[in-house]
């Protein structure tokens, strides 16, 4: 029973434009959210988080949007660039342990 | 400049083989994890290990033990493999509640 789902494979977006990444969870009790951005051949790396009492996190390029009420996350890139091409991850944390969705592949195009 | 390092990169095993993936990290983490990710799924634990000395089960541990021989380490083993277990295996650790730290994984196939 996957309980964080990210129902996007993939997704293509031509350089310099938003790439917007969906995330949505079941179990209410995840308190923490975490975005983790993957290259090829090497592991995941921490990207963003989100804690449940906050709707909004923003680090430079990258903002990430909670709503509880939908059980929904969001990631919003800006501009893209063609480094951020990677899989991403969406997870979620109750006591300490991460759950994880498939991920999503993101393509920028020059 | 390390931060959590797994070996082997690569194994090939034939069914019923028996190994052991290894994993270190040089950041004091009290918190380590084993994952296996699939194919169009994410990351699944394994088991994990709060703090030295204690370990548990995770989502899928079926097939699989661990030992957290000290504060560094903390391998996963398989005694005998299954085809079912080809996986890219990842270790990665954590202190408090800071995020996780990943290693770069291990690639198993099981013939």
């Known amino acids: 029973d996957q309980q964080v789902k990210q129902n996007s494979p993939s997704l293509s977006v031509q350089e310099g434009r938003i790439s917007i990444l969906n995330c949505d969870y079941t179990n209410s009790m995840f308190d923490y959210f975490l975005w983790y951005k993957k290259y090829p051949a090497e592991g995941p790396t921490f990207l963003i988080s989100?804690?449940?009492?906050?709707d909004k996190n923003e680090d430079g390029r990258f903002t990430v949007f909670l709503n509880k009420s939908a059980k929904h996350l969001s990631l919003h890139i800006v501009p893209s660039q063609p480094g951020d091409s990677a899989v991403y991850f969406c997870?979620?944390?109750?006591?300490?342990?991460?759950?994880f969705g498939a991920g999503t592949t993101v393509t920028v195009r020059a | 400049n390390a931060g959590v390092t797994q070996t082997p990169k690569f194994q090939v095993l034939k069914t019923g083989q028996s190994m052991t993936l290894q994993c270190a990290q040089d950041?004091?983490?009290?918190?380590m994890y084993w994952y296996r990710q699939d194919p169009g799924m994410g990351l699944r634990l394994i088991y994990y290990s709060a703090s030295e000395g204690t370990t548990d089960k995770g989502e899928v541990p079926n097939g699989y033990n661990v030992s957290r021989l000290n504060k560094r380490e903390f391998s996963l083993r398989l005694e005998s493999a299954a085809p079912s277990q080809t996986s890219v295996y990842f270790c990665?650790?954590?202190?408090?509640?800071?995020?996780?730290?990943f290693g770069d994984g291990t690639r198993l196939s099981i013939l």
């Open positions: 990665a650790s954590e202190q408090g509640n800071q995020p996780q730290h």
């Open positions: 950041m004091n983490h009290n918190s």
């Open positions: 989100i804690s449940s009492i906050k």
């Open positions: 997870a979620a944390s109750a006591s300490y342990k991460l759950s």
